[in-house]
C-alpha cells in the first residue's frame, strides 16, 4: 500500500535509540486470544500517515498519524488472523489501540506466549510482537 521495501531483520531484538516510540496494538478473541503490538518510532509513523493520507491531512495534529498507524496495525493483525483461519483458528479482532512513549516495554504473563519479528522498511525498524494466550488449540501454532 505504501510502497515501501520492507526486509526480515535476522535477529529480532528491538533497538532503543531514545527516540519517543508509538505502539500500536489489536487483539483477537476466538479459537486463539491474544494481542498484536507494532512498534517504531513516532517519526515513522508520520512518514507512514504522510504516505497513506498525503501531507496536506498530516500537519495539523498527531491524531491522523495515530489514525494511519493504528490502521497499519489493523492491517498487520488482519493478515495474522488470515493466516490463523487458514489454519482453522477462527477468531475476531478488536479495535485499534495507540500507545505512544519512550522506554517502554510490554511483559506479558508467564503463560502468554511471545513472539518478536522485526523489520526493516525504508531504514526504520518495525517490530510486531504477537501474545498467545494458551488454550487447547495452541499446539498447532508450535512452528
Known sequence: ?????????????????GEPQMAGSVGFIGVVTGVVFVYSTVSFARK??????????TT???????????EITNMIVGHIKSRLADR?????????SILRGSNFT???????????????CAGNQVVVEVL????SSQTALAA
Not at 495539523?60 to 493504528?70: H, I, L, Y
Not at 510490554?106 to 519479528?117: K, N, Q, V
Not at 498467545?132 to 488454550?135: A, Q
Open 48 to 57: 507512514v500517515a504522510r504516505g497513506m493520507l498525503g501531507p496536506e491531512h
Open 88 to 96: 482453522g483458528m477462527t477468531c475476531v479482532l478488536t479495535i485499534p
Open 60 to 70: 495539523n495534529g498527531e491524531e491522523m498519524v495515530n489514525d494511519a498507524f493504528g
Open 132 to 135: 498467545l494466550k494458551p488454550n
Open 106 to 120: 510490554i511483559e506479558p504473563t508467564s503463560s502468554t506466549r511471545r513472539r518478536i519479528s522485526t523489520f526493516r
Open 1 to 17: 500500500m505504501l510502497n515501501l521495501p520492507v526486509e526480515e531483520e535476522a535477529e529480532s531484538v528491538a533497538a532503543t535509540d
